[in-house]
């Protein structure tokens, strides 16, 4: 686990709401579409991101979107059919793991945040009870294809920079 400054980014891709869950509880359908989409297809051909994709969680007091896509520098912008979410800088907390693939955003959410949440606990991160009351309610996942490197994201809070457990 490891706790940096990380830049601010914008996130390109679609949003999927609480009610595009499939039967087995993950984004799995949504995820395929967007594969299959050719706006999405030539955006990550024409910007060079094919070795990349992401899941962004953003969570609110009641509810949360899921948005998938790729993880862009602050300065790419979407084309139309596609949209973007400006992640701010931030301190973070990142869990890596090697050896993952696509399959990774195939897996329920509400087993893989509280997996990574309770790893972050276990590090001495601080972790609000219900991310949606934190000033910064993002779950990011990065995925490298070629290197096949996962990194799991949570933004912590301004209060939570002091945390050293």
Known sequence: MKREEYSAHNFIGKVFMPNQIDENKTYTAAIQE??????????????GYENERASLVVFGPENFMFWYGVLADDKQMPVSGLNKFELPNSKIAEIDTPNSNMAFFSQPLNFVIPTFLDKLSKEGVTVYENLGDSEKPYVLTKLNLETKKLAQILYLDASSDDDSK
Do not use: A, G
């Open 34 to 47: 967007m594969e299959n989409d050719p706006i999405f297809k030539k955006f990550v051909e024409d910007n």
